[in-house]
């Protein structure tokens, strides 16, 4: 009988069908190779786990109630992103809406001294708040673009604006700047009348108790030193008061000549990068 084994084992070894498919490694190597491949869900679950606590941190270290530029000049970059998730963030012409509506409260408010427009641009429109210290340019993405003051002020209020949770508050109707001529003197009036009512009776206080020591001739030294006492706080009260009068009128007299300034330009100032052709895109500083 011929014996055939030897050629189907050589027709086997040329067919490479024939042979099962496996790791040439030796199966310690194979599981630890295995062992090495990372595990991309436990990276992902850190990474989400690291994200909620820092967003859980973010909403207890600030008030996003009152969320001004103090808060923003704090906040890192990653504090931002945890707070502002930017697939929740309100773009296009709706945040401009609702940014030019929070911007009228407060310069209703004077919360902000500036002029609101709405300006032109190639792609769209844009929100133009300016001053004579400073600009700021909203663009439909939420980017803010500016210099001054003005920027320091409406990069919090932008921010607001595209937060869905946020309730844009309703502007009056006269909103706008107001005259000149229409700022009072200075505020807090009741204030300083009561502290000089005080000093008032302070100063009668120590006056009578000074007359009461020369006319009835005490041997005390206890009337004459508190009546020197109450002089001396009765005519530190009228300073405080003296110095109070003085302080708010000249913030309003510097308040009005900001506002006779922005008046009698008939122009925006030169550092705006806004013609009557809309905004110039290539003078805008990153």
């Keep these: ?33 295995r062992d090495r491949v990372p595990d991309e869900s436990a990276g992902d679950a850190d990474e989400s786990d690291e994200l909620d606590e820092l967003r859980d941190r973010v909403e207890s270290e600030y008030d996003f109630d009152d969320f001004g530029p103090s808060d923003m ?16 963030w309100i773009t296009g012409d709706r945040l401009l809406d609702r940014a030019a ?28 708040v300016y001053s004579d210290e400073g600009y700021a340019i909203i663009r439909p ?17 932008v921010a607001l604006a595209a937060m869905e949770s946020y309730e844009v508050p309703e502007p009056p109707d006269d909103w706008s ?15 300083n009348l009561l502290i000089q009512v005080i000093a008032t009776v302070q100063v009668l ?3 009578a108790l000074l007359v009461a020591t020369v006319a009835t001739d005490l041997s005390t030294i206890v009337a004459p030193a508190m009546g020197i006492l109450f002089l001396v706080v009765g005519a530190f009260l009228f300073v405080i008061v003296a110095n109070a009068r003085l302080s708010d ?28 052709g809309g905004v110039i895109e290539d003078e805008l500083e990153e």
């Design 249 to 276: 009128r000249f913030r309003s007299e510097e308040y009005r000549n900001r506002l006779r300034a922005l008046r009698e330009a008939k122009e925006r100032p030169d550092f705006v990068p806004v013609d009557e």
């Design 141 to 157: 993405t939420g980017e803010v673009i500016g210099q001054g003051t003005v920027l320091r002020d409406v990069e919090p209020i």
């Design 73 to 88: 000049a704090r906040m890192s970059a990653e504090e931002w992103d945890a707070a502002f998730d930017p697939d929740t």
């Design 101 to 128: 509506d929070e911007l009228k409260s407060r310069i209703a408010r004077r919360d902000v001294f500036g002029v609101l427009e709405r300006v032109r641009a190639d792609d769209g429109d844009r929100l133009l």
């Design 205 to 207: 206080a120590g006056a």
């Design 177 to 191: 700047l107001p005259h000149p001529d229409s700022v009072p003197e200075g505020t807090g009036e009741f204030g």
């Design 1 to 33: 009988m011929e014996d055939t084994s030897t050629g189907s084992d050589a027709a086997s070894r040329s067919d490479p069908e024939a042979q099962p498919d496996r790791d040439p490694r030796p199966e310690g190597d194979a599981r630890s190779e």
